[in-house]
């Protein structure tokens, strides 16, 4: 199962510039994935695929790109991380919202976080793994 932690809302722009330039069917076959309309980020007005586009992020992060598999079972968990970068999800998936946020008033407006100044993961310069803690590769070492 992947683990999003190390993505960076850099690595998911990048991941968007990339869906931009070959267009959402072409990223989307490129990458192996099927379009999901249940999660969806919107960013400066335009509609992408999210899951796709975290994959890509996870592979621009950790040099391995998530599976669609992978999200059966941790895409809420995997918006969440979205989310916490800055980004807009919306869909079906995206509603698991707090009943404290679910029993806001539509007069009570959101606040939100800023977002935290994200320091770029160490990675590995030998097979590009996102370096854990302790800055050793656990694989080339």
Same mark, same amino acid.
């Given at each position: 199962? /992947?683990?999003? !932690?190390?993505? @960076?809302?850099?690595?998911?722009?990048? /991941?968007?510039?990339?869906?931009?330039?070959?267009?959402?069917?072409?990223?989307?076959?490129?990458?192996?994935?099927? +379009?999901?309309?249940? =999660?969806?980020?919107?960013?400066?007005?335009?509609?992408?695929? +999210?899951?796709?586009?975290?994959?890509?992020?996870?592979?621009?992060?950790?040099?391995?790109?998530?599976?669609?598999?992978?999200?059966?079972?941790?895409?809420?968990? =995997?918006?969440?991380?979205?989310?916490?970068?800055?980004?807009?999800?919306?869909?079906?998936?995206?509603?698991?919202?707090?009943? =404290?946020?679910? !029993?806001?008033?539509? +007069?009570?407006?959101?606040?939100?976080?800023?977002?935290?100044?994200?320091?770029?993961?160490?990675?590995?310069?030998?097979? !590009?793994?996102?370096?854990? /803690? @302790?800055?050793?590769?656990?694989?080339?070492?």
């Amino acid at each position: 199962m /992947a683990t999003f !932690s190390s993505v @960076t809302s850099q690595h998911v722009l990048e /991941a968007l510039a990339e869906h931009d330039e070959r267009g959402a069917e072409a990223f989307l076959a490129a990458h192996g994935f099927a +379009a999901s309309p249940d =999660a969806v980020i919107v960013h400066e007005g335009r509609r992408y695929d +999210a899951r796709a586009v975290l994959a890509v992020a996870h592979k621009r992060a950790t040099g391995r790109l998530a599976t669609p598999e992978e999200f059966r079972s941790s895409l809420d968990q =995997a918006l969440t991380v979205l989310r916490r970068r800055g980004f807009q999800v919306t869909g079906a998936a995206a509603v698991g919202t707090s009943s =404290a946020r679910r !029993s806001r008033t539509s +007069a009570e407006p959101a606040r939100r976080r800023p977002p935290k100044v994200e320091r770029p993961t160490a990675v590995c310069p030998t097979c !590009s793994t996102a370096l854990p /803690a @302790t800055g050793m590769c656990d694989w080339c070492d």
